[in-house]
Every structure is written in structure tokens, then in C-alpha cells.
């Protein structure tokens, strides 16, 4: 149940939240642009992929067999990552936000947060080459494979980035109520008379 002191904490929470995500989104672009372009790359042969995160907010996507002076798409970052202010909001909730065990949980789920903006962001980069690169794209990737990857990235942007926050609160965030033992039942005793 929402009380008035839970209300407070989670709007501290969210407004440190959304403090620290301003400050921090460019490197954080620039950690999961590099997670997400090391993992395309395992799978590329030659490995083509590169991923920049720019002053704009945006992860350019090129290709080094791209031709020179095209196009490089811009895949919005924030979008991506703003639901780390969500995750944090509703830790924030717990009575004892700053407790040891409570914060444990939580970088824990930041870390599987991280995990998640990964794959989004590979699933955002598989959509753009299977959907908007035209007969390249259809060179390169069947009817399957694209309805895949834009099937992917568009569940993420529609439920995904919001699930997730929930999701990740429900599984680290919760913790079993300690047991409180029950009290033995008194019996009432009849009076007689």
C-alpha cells in the first residue's frame, strides 16, 4: 500500500534519479553502444558494425562497408535507457531504501537493466538493417529475420522499456516478509453459574 511517506521517497527518488540520468546518459550511451556493437561483431563476419554515441543524444550506426558519404542512421539513446529513472523510482519506495541488503538488490537490478538496453539497442540496430537500408536489406535479411528483429525492437519500445523497470522491481526488489510466529489462540474459558 502507497502511503504518504512512500509517495516521498519515491519522489526523491525519482528526481535523484532523473538528476543523475541527466549527467550520466552520455557515458552510458558509450558503455552500451560497446557492449551492444562487441556483441554484434561476434556474430559478423567480417565485423562491419560500428556504433558512436554523438553529442545529440544519438548512437550512429555505421558500417564500414557503407559507402562514403552516406547516411549513417541515429538511433535515439534515451530512449532506450531513460526507464533507469522508473527502476530507481520504485526501489525507492521501500522503507529503508539506503539499507545494505536493499541497495544490493537494486544495483543487481540496474545491472539486469543494463542487460536489457543491450539487446534493445541490438535489436534497434537489426531493425534498421533489416527494414530501412532497402534492397540491401532485403539482400541481406529474409522475410523471417525481419519480421524478427522489428518485432523485437518494436515490442521494447511499446511494452518492453516499460515492463522491464516493473519486472526487475518485482524479482530483486522483493523480499519475504519475516515470518512473525502466529500466537496461540487463547481459549475462553465458560463461566458456569
Keep these: 500500500m502507497l502511503n504518504g511517506r512512500a509517495a516521498l521517497r519515491g519522489l526523491a527518488g525519482f528526481l535523484l534519479a532523473l538528476a543523475f540520468w541527466f549527467g550520466f546518459s552520455r557515458p552510458y550511451e558509450r558503455a552500451i553502444a560497446a557492449t551492444a556493437q562487441a556483441l554484434t561483431n561476434l556474430f559478423e563476419s567480417p565485423d ?23 547516411a549513417r542512421p541515429g538511433l535515439p539513446g534515451p530512449d532506450i535507457h531513460f526507464n533507469f529513472v522508473l527502476l530507481v523510482t ?11 541488503g536493499h541497495v544490493a538488490r ?3 537490478a540496474a545491472a539486469a537493466l543494463f542487460l ?8 534497434q540496430l537489426h531493425s534498421v538493417y533489416a527494414t530501412s537500408l532497402g534492397a540491401w ?7 523471417v529475420a525481419r519480421n524478427f528483429w522489428a ?3 518494436h515490442f521494447y519500445q511499446i511494452a518492453g522499456r516499460f515492463a522491464a523497470p516493473f519486472a526487475l522491481w518485482w524479482f530483486f526488489g522483493r523480499r519475504e516478509e519475516e515470518a ?13 453459574g
Design 48 to 70: 562491419v558494425t560500428r556504433l558512436e554515441p554523438s553529442d545529440k543524444g544519438e548512437i550512429l550506426l555505421d558500417r564500414r562497408d557503407f559507402p562514403p558519404g552516406s
Design 90 to 100: 520504485l526501489f525507492a519506495l521501500e522503507r529503508r531504501p539506503l539499507t545494505g
Design 106 to 108: 537494486f544495483l543487481a
Design 116 to 123: 536489457v538496453h543491450v539487446l534493445a539497442l541490438v535489436f
Design 137 to 143: 536489406s532485403r539482400a541481406n535479411y529474409g522475410a
Design 151 to 153: 518485432a523485437g525492437f
Design 180 to 192: 512473525q510466529p502466529e500466537r496461540p489462540r487463547r481459549r475462553k474459558k465458560k463461566r458456569r
